[in-house]
């Protein structure tokens, strides 16, 4: 699994984030409940995720300031954009633990949803009660 920042290159594939080719889409998993969304690689994770269309998937300032979006990226490579250290500390960027609004896919991904993320992601659907 390798990480780039914006537009570092210390790692075997590279990944040019100013390219203006076309987008590519990549799969993410979710491992805690085995879905799986398309997300393009010139979009944030929690867009992609938005659009799996859970009820109460928390979205906050989609900027990596308030920490909410928290996910771990279990496989895969990402590019990942400046986030708050309030909500990302040293440790947690070393065990792939980052903001989704602050990540972009560069190649399939597997994550498991943290914090209040997971509370909204990992409950049960909601049942019609009307009828
Ligand atoms: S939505 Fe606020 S940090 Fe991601």
Not at 34 to 45: T, Y
Not at 46 to 56: D, E, I, T
Not at 67 to 74: F, K, M, P, T
Not at 104 to 125: F, K, S
Request: aromatic share 2%; hydrophobic share 35%.
């Amino acid at each position: 699994m390798t990480e780039t920042d914006d537009h570092r290159c210390d790692v075997a594939r590279c990944v040019d984030t100013t390219r203006a080719d076309a987008p590519l889409r990549h799969m993410v998993t979710v491992l805690d409940t085995q879905e799986s969304f398309a997300c393009r690689s010139d979009e944030s994770l929690l867009a992609g995720m938005v659009r799996l269309g859970k009820r109460g998937i928390p979205v906050g300032c989609r900027g990596g300031g308030c920490g909410v979006c928290r996910i771990e990226v279990v496989r895969g490579d990402y590019v990942r954009h400046k986030m708050s250290a309030a909500h990302v500390d040293a440790t947690d960027l070393s065990n792939h633990r980052v903001l989704a609004c602050r990540i972009v896919p560069a190649g399939d991904l597997e994550i498991r949803v943290l914090g209040r993320m997971a509370q909204h992601v990992c409950a049960p659907p909601a049942t019609d009660s009307a009828g």
